[in-house]
């Protein structure tokens, strides 16, 4: 990939890239920073990657940063706090409350359930070109996406006995 294509990658797939971030990560600023940081690092250094394939590279990003942040979720503890907390700490607008809730909620949702819900509802990708994108049976899709949206149903009411 030369500079010239990774640029036009990364001004187009920027905005995505950050916003899945943002939400494996619960919102803290740094660590989104860092995880956008490391996922275009890995796009500049990967070979197997083709600038031709725009739909490819796609995948490829939305992919690689949700591994990278569950990779920084692993490799230190982080302090948990809430996005409202957060938000107040940074000195930025606070979000509106649906928006918090939802985040909240998806963060406490487990890896597979957030990822295949962000895929389907938030980009619009099929059931099959998820299982394609990771790696599993397209019934498998349907039945985490029936399961995440139960779970984050239960989690936006407020039951906590019947989200977990």
Known sequence: MTEKEFISCYNEYFDMVWRICFVELSGRRQDVEDAVSDTFLKL???????S?????IKAWLIVTAQN???SQLR???R???SLEAHIAEAGELTAPE??????????QMGDNERGVMTLYYYFGYSAAEISQM??????TVYSTLSRGRKRLSALLKGDEDDAG
């Open 44 to 50: 500049y250094k990967s070979c197997s990657v083709s």
């Open 75 to 77: 490799l230190a503890y």
């Open 134 to 139: 990771l790696d599993m049976k397209e019934g």
């Open 79 to 81: 302090r948990v706090i």
């Open 52 to 56: 031709e394939d725009s739909e490819h």
């Open 68 to 70: 990278t942040c569950r």
């Open 98 to 107: 649906q928006t918090s809730e939802l985040a909240q909620a998806l963060s």
